[in-house]
């Protein structure tokens, strides 16, 4: 069983709508959550972290963790065109590595 | 500059060969990952290095190896490439013990025919 499972999409949305991505974590060793977006063809790049349990808002983006249930999401909200990308989900555990779930690509439709 | 940057960008080569990824950063951090990109897969730990005298296998190591020539330097190699080694290649550094928060190379499109 991987340990990070995202579900898996894709997602469609229309533009200005809320897009809201899942991901739910196994090794509850886990301490620290984040979110990286990934254009096609290019490197993943960090936008979100979340350490505690609530919720982190940036921006247009917000992200929940829930560490009794193992889950941790995002939300982004008044999606845009250029939010369309492969949004993947890791976890950070006592061994100083990060576990990466498969992705989930969004679409945003103008 | 960027901070992160990996040689070749693409690279083509046949099954049998040698061939090396390299990786340099200017960010001053200490622990540098080699993952590799498959389609449906996600990323996934080839190797990591939390200093130069500091050399960690990742859950797919087999077949690869790693020099870390310096604290900016990463380098990583395929001694045999074989077809199914055919993924995108990405470094990562991550600077600060508790944050786990990693910054990723362009990446290395590589090809194994």
């Known amino acids: 069983q991987k340990e990070v499972e995202q579900n898996s999409g894709p997602l469609s949305v229309p533009e200005g709508a809320i897009a809201s991505l899942n991901c739910t974590y196994s090794?509850?060793?886990?301490?620290?959550f984040f979110w990286y977006r990934q254009y096609s063809g290019k490197s993943p790049e960090l936008i979100m972290s979340?350490?505690?349990?609530g919720d982190k808002e940036d921006g247009r983006f917000t992200a929940q963790l829930n560490k009794a249930s193992q889950y941790v999401s995002l939300l982004i909200r008044d999606s845009q065109p250029s939010d369309s990308a492969t949004y993947l989900c890791?976890?950070?555990?006592?061994?100083?590595?990060?576990?990466f779930g498969a992705g989930t690509t969004v679409t945003v439709r103008a | 500059d960027a901070d992160v940057t990996q040689t070749p960008r693409n690279r083509i080569t046949k099954t049998g060969k040698r061939i090396m990824l390299e990786c340099s950063q200017t960010?001053?951090?200490?622990?540098m990952y080699w993952y590799r990109q498959d389609p449906g897969l996600g990323l996934r730990l080839i190797y990591y290095?939390?200093?130069?005298?500091?050399?960690n296998k990742g859950e797919i190591s087999d077949g690869y190896s790693v020099s870390r020539q310096a604290q900016a330097k990463f380098s990583l190699s395929l001694e045999s490439a074989i077809p199914n080694q055919t993924a995108l290649y990405f470094c990562?550094?991550?600077?600060?013990?508790?944050?786990?928060?990693?910054?990723f190379g362009p990446g290395t499109r590589l090809t194994v025919t």
């Open positions: 979340i350490y505690s349990n």
């Open positions: 290095s939390f200093d130069v005298k500091d050399i």
């Open positions: 890791a976890g950070g555990s006592n061994d100083y590595k990060l576990s």
């Open positions: 960010k001053g951090h200490d622990r």
């Open positions: 090794d509850r060793g886990s301490q620290s």
């Open positions: 990562a550094t991550e600077g600060h013990r508790l944050d786990y928060e990693q910054y």
